[in-house]
């Protein structure tokens, strides 16, 4: 079974009797049953009861519904029963501020915004009323005067799919955000669902979903990744699907080892933060025969300690490169034997080569857009029919980040004589010292006590290394040890995991944080394409 119509995806997986069982580390916050277990009939009930909600509430065909909440799959639930109505869901994380929340509201102007009660009072409390965006606000979980709340929606049947051709809008997300307010991807059936969603569908050899694998996901379920996942997860019909909402291995681990995967997709930040329990015989991750990492690069000593968990004889690691606005550009994978070879500290910048038959990608000067030789560090192009359709508010943005019929990722990087793309920072994040990302690399090889390193470039100055560790502390000595055939840095600045700002993947906000720490926020780069 390949996907296509996301409003009635649950439906047909159901009728087609597939057995996929899904486990949750809590109760959906849609679900009044409170239940961690669910089959795919019962998913498919919960997407109609909730389409009956969003119809009850005001929401039909063409109408843009904004959902913030906490961090669950039920992100793509809710999204699924907007698209059966004929809205136009849009997924934004209950992570962000209230004023960029505010901000990606007035540019939707949502006839419904579904929320929690908890995100109201944070935007109240930061000086935004996020009600006041929309014509109507659905409450998940209480009353607040001037909404409506379950209660108000309860009992309403659902109407009957609506049909909207594969060119028209399906679905809304949003970037990661790292510089900045987000922007808004609007995406279309056939550019996430037709020609990424059903390319992962496909049975590969080794590297395909099995009727016998047990796939896990702790990832952030408002960004557009989840939603992709979910149409092609479902359709490939794994024995069960285990969900991870939260980043704390203390509560991540009951249901791991409940459920052990065989196959993990999980944000970088996970990995990182999860990585303790990769130690010891009987860790959850022993039947893991395939990692699936997005969003960003993970350093290569995660990456061994994942692989060297698994008792599988040949695990991979299988690390997906591109963005919202694209979908996947790249993939490469990781063994034993090659994150072996990359024990200097080097390895997971290599983003391996373009989707085959996919995508096309080339290196450009910046200045005057004409391709770079092999070896040459430009601005990186992509030509795919996957992208997206526009930014929602921001057209003008979006046709800056077009270059004829290319792409213009905002990253730097070079092309290989292999064909592969070697990534050397973000556009606006570069100095010429150095690369960022590859001495973020090296450094957290050479500091073992480091959960990660973040080198930040600053106009005039040499740049600021931030090493991130468990009690905020760093060894000079071992510091000094380290950088010893670098070019010149700062002194470190050690912080705690929760002292570094973070979008809602995990991501380092590299600007925010040098504010922070210099009361500055300029950069080298232009930051023309963010």
């Avoid at 919202?324 to 994978?333: I, K, M, N, Q």
């Avoid at 010893?484 to 979008?503: F, H, K, N, S």
Wanted: with cysteine; net charge positive.
């Amino acid at each position: 079974m390949k996907p296509h119509d996301m409003g009635v995806l649950f439906d047909e997986c159901a009728e087609q009797q597939v057995g996929t069982r899904v486990h949750l580390d809590r109760p959906f916050d849609i679900d009044a049953g409170a239940r961690t277990h669910h089959t795919l009939p019962h998913l498919a009930a919960l997407v109609r009861e909730a389409a009956g909600w969003l119809a009850a509430a005001g929401a039909g065909p063409g109408d843009r519904v904004a959902i913030v909440k906490d961090n669950h799959w039920d992100y793509d639930l809710l999204a699924c029963a907007a698209v059966r109505v004929g809205a136009v869901p849009a997924q934004l994380s209950a992570h962000l501020s209230g004023e960029a929340l505010g901000t990606l509201l007035a540019r939707l102007g949502p006839a419904l915004l579904v929320t929690t009660a908890q995100v109201l009072a944070r935007g109240r409390k930061e000086g935004t009323d996020l009600a006041s965006t929309a014509r109507a606000t659905l409450v998940l979980d209480g009353a607040v005067p001037g909404t409506l709340g379950l209660d108000d929606v309860r009992g309403h049947t659902a109407p009957g799919p609506h049909r909207r051709h594969d060119d028209e809008p399906l679905i809304i997300n949003h970037t990661s955000g790292t510089t900045g307010v987000p922007k808004l991807v609007v995406h279309s059936t056939r550019t996430i669902i037709g020609k990424l969603a059903r390319f992962e569908c496909v049975r590969l050899p080794r590297i395909g979903l099995r009727r016998t694998d047990v796939l896990a996901n702790a990832s952030a379920f408002a960004h557009g990744r989840t939603f992709c996942w979910t149409a092609s997860a479902l359709c490939r019909g794994p024995a069960a699907i285990s969900i991870i909402t939260t980043q704390d291995p203390n509560l991540a681990d009951p249901v791991l080892r409940a459920h052990p995967p065989t196959v993990l997709e999980a944000l970088p930040a996970s990995f990182v933060r999860f990585q303790p329990l990769t130690e010891g015989l009987d860790n959850p991750f022993r039947r893991v025969r395939m990692v699936i990492s997005t969003y960003d690069a993970v350093h290569p000593p995660t990456v061994r300690a994942y692989l060297g968990a698994s008792r599988h004889r040949s695990p991979v690691w299988m690390e997906g490169w591109g963005q919202t606005e694209t979908g996947p550009l790249t993939f490469r994978f990781h063994t034993r034997q090659s994150v072996r070879r990359a024990s200097g500290g080097t390895g997971t910048r290599n983003l391996g080569r373009p989707v085959p038959v996919k995508t096309r990608l080339r290196v450009v000067d910046p200045d005057t857009f004409r391709p770079l030789p092999s070896g040459h560090a430009g601005l990186v192009l992509a030509r795919t029919a996957a992208c997206a359709l526009g930014y929602v508010g921001e057209e003008d943005r979006w046709s800056a980040k077009r270059h004829g019929g290319w792409w213009n990722t905002g990253d730097i990087g070079a092309r290989n004589r292999d064909g592969s793309i070697e990534l050397l920072d973000r556009e606006v994040d570069r100095t010429p010292q150095l690369s960022c990302l590859r001495t973020e690399d090296l450094l957290e090889a050479r500091l073992p006590n480091a959960l990660e390193c973040v080198v930040l470039a600053e106009p005039g100055r040499d740049p600021l290394p931030v090493v991130v560790t468990a009690d905020g502390r760093v060894d000079p000595a071992r510091w000094k040890e380290a950088v010893r055939d670098l070019p010149p840095l700062r002194e470190p600045v050690a912080l705690t995991w929760d002292q570094v700002p973070r979008t809602g993947t995990g991501k380092v906000r590299r600007r925010e944080l040098l504010h922070h720490l210099t009361g500055r926020t300029g950069t080298c780069g232009s930051g023309r394409w963010t």
